[in-house]
């Protein structure tokens, strides 16, 4: 007789939790539908004097061509409060390999508001002359 009762308790939390699962996977997809999905927006050169729209929470990566062993670097000159630097890197292509050029890369997390973004390539020490290079890109960033 307790073997039979234990089995029905067992048989009974099984139940429960298999109708607790199926609870949530119907739950999931008006979750997930709530959830808004943000996206990440590479440009480069091409994008020079343009306008970009993008929403709060998007990132933007821009990504310029350097040579960082010639002294030059890109450099942000001015960024709009709509921007929210994240991080600056430069990778040589192919990696490793002494004196030659690679990619400067801007990653920034949007926020609303607009503004320009605008950088040059220039040497830092060298000051008051005017830049090898610049790049500007308009920033729109909604809700």
Known sequence: MK???KEHQGRATRCALCAAMAILLLAAPSFASTVTARRTVKVGVTWNGKEIKLKSGDKLVVRL???ATT??????????????????????????RIGQGGTFGFRFCAVVGRGTLKLAYRRPW??????E?????KVRVRR
């Open 3 to 5: 073997r039979v009762r």
């Open 65 to 67: 061509a350097g040579n």
């Open 71 to 96: 002294g030059f670097l890109w450099a942000i000159v001015s960024k709009p409060k709509a921007l929210r630097l994240i991080r600056s890197t430069y990778v040589t292509s192919p990696p490793g």
């Open 126 to 131: 060298e000051k008051g002359k005017a830049s």
């Open 133 to 137: 290079q610049s790049f500007s890109i």
